[in-house]
């Protein structure tokens, strides 16, 4: 009886300081934060395969050190783009930006 209850207060005091040992480490790295990365995709009616480039960006290992801003620019303008590219969001799940090309215009001359 006595190996039971030594072996369980070993194991509770291991575990104990396996919990104490993470909470010290877990401030030390939150200060830490990840570099920026924007991303503008224009979508256009030349643009065939926008959903697998797209994709590819997404899952890229190299930029999931980065905190990833991804925009898309819609220049086709109509109703039914947007409503593909809100399709291909979701197929994605990811959450991306998407702009209408007037309003990209309207950006881009306000920072020059």
């Known amino acids: 009886m006595t190996d039971v209850i030594i072996t369980l207060s070993v194991l509770f005091f ?43 960006i997404i899952r890229d290992p190299a930029f999931g050190g980065f905190n990833t801003e991804i925009k898309v620019v819609d220049k086709i303008g ?22 209408s090309e007037d309003k990209s215009d309207r950006a881009g001359n306000g920072n020059d």
């Open 14 to 56: 291991t575990a104990a300081l396996i919990c104490i040992i993470r909470l010290l480490t877990a401030n030390k790295y939150r200060g830490c934060r990840r570099p920026r990365a924007k991303i503008t995709v224009y979508y256009d009616v030349g643009c065939e395969c926008l959903e697998y480039t797209l994709g590819r």
């Open 78 to 99: 109509t109703s039914q783009s947007r409503a593909w590219l809100e399709q291909l969001r979701k197929k994605l799940k990811t959450d991306f930006e998407i702009i």
